[in-house]
């Protein structure tokens, strides 16, 4: 019995009858005739009922046609794995993100790279914009999410999305009418050397609202902010998408109308790029994150 057997069960099963199978098939009927007698010679069952008016299927024959079906399927499937392999799909792409990033759409990228390629593995690193610069001219990672502007000529930037600033207080926290009043308030925020650029964005929101920040907690992500904020450490500014991933925690957002401070997200990498997944992986990103 040999896979072309299997083939043109599958054929004669579905149309059950030779001659549009034959045509399916591409050959003439009396071919197919004896190949499907040989496959029930190598079964020792019989598989098809035939009269002059029509060919159905036996109890024996039914069975048979649902596993042939997985059989060529997993077959099919096999095929595929060992030409991921070769293309050298087997093994992992690195990706870099800032900690504002939506995780449901990282874990989501996660799940799509994993359907279209089993076998390669995503690494994921937070990472502050500077540093993943760093790590992309110097090839530590293959792709990576980060706040503008890129300053280096040896990469290649598209922009995701561009976003404003939202305060955030603790949620128990009465929101002065003056908010030059914010001043005299703690304030937490990511060290200055390591986000210069959004630093004084910060800086600028903050101005822009009439007052001065008075810095007092330095955090390195996201999340920890939010939740010294949430414990009453203080009050801090953050890109307005968050307010959408941190609605357990016990904080306040305050939206402020007419701020014309922006900041941008791109999605940056080498500009030459040989690894083979970084296309498919672009694209997928571009998809869950552009808007």
């Known amino acids: 019995m ?35 007698k040989e496959l029930e010679k190598a079964l020792g069952v019989t598989l098809l009922l035939r009269d002059n008016k029509r060919v159905r299927l036996t109890e024996a024959g039914s069975f048979f046609l649902t596993q042939a079906k997985t059989i060529l399927a997993q077959l099919e499937s096999a ?103 914010l001043a005299d308030y703690p304030f937490i925020s990511y060290h200055a050397s390591a986000v210069p650029v959004y630093h004084s964005q910060m800086l600028a929101f903050c101005a822009q609202l009439g007052f001065k920040p008075t810095l007092r907690h330095e955090c390195n992500n996201i999340a920890s902010i939010l939740e010294l904020v949430e414990l009453n450490a203080g009050i801090s500014i953050v890109p307005s998408s968050v307010q959408h991933q941190y609605g357990y925690l016990g904080v306040r957002f305050f939206n402020v109308e007419n701020a014309d401070i922006k900041t941008e997200v791109l999605l940056t990498y080498q500009r030459r790029q040989e690894h083979p997944a970084f296309s498919m992986t672009r694209t997928l990103m571009l998809t869950l994150f552009k808007h």
């Open 79 to 181: 095929k595929q794995q060992a030409h991921q392999i070769h293309q050298s799909l087997g093994g992992e792409i690195k990706i870099g993100y800032i900690s504002s990033v939506d995780k449901k759409k990282l874990g989501q990228l996660i799940h799509n790279l994993h359907d279209a390629h089993p076998f390669l593995q995503t690494k994921l690193f937070e990472l502050a914009t500077q540093k993943q610069i760093r790590a992309l001219e110097e090839g530590r990672l293959d792709i990576g999410i980060i706040r503008a502007p890129n300053a280096s000529p040896r990469l290649q930037s598209e922009k995701l999305y561009q976003e404003g600033f939202s305060l955030v207080f603790p949620k128990a926290m009465t929101v002065p009418e003056n908010l030059a009043l």
């Open 2 to 36: 040999e896979l072309r057997h299997l083939r043109y069960f599958i054929v004669l099963a579905e149309e059950l009858h030779f001659g549009n199978a034959a045509k399916r098939l591409f050959m003439s009927q009396p071919p197919l005739s004896r190949q499907i």
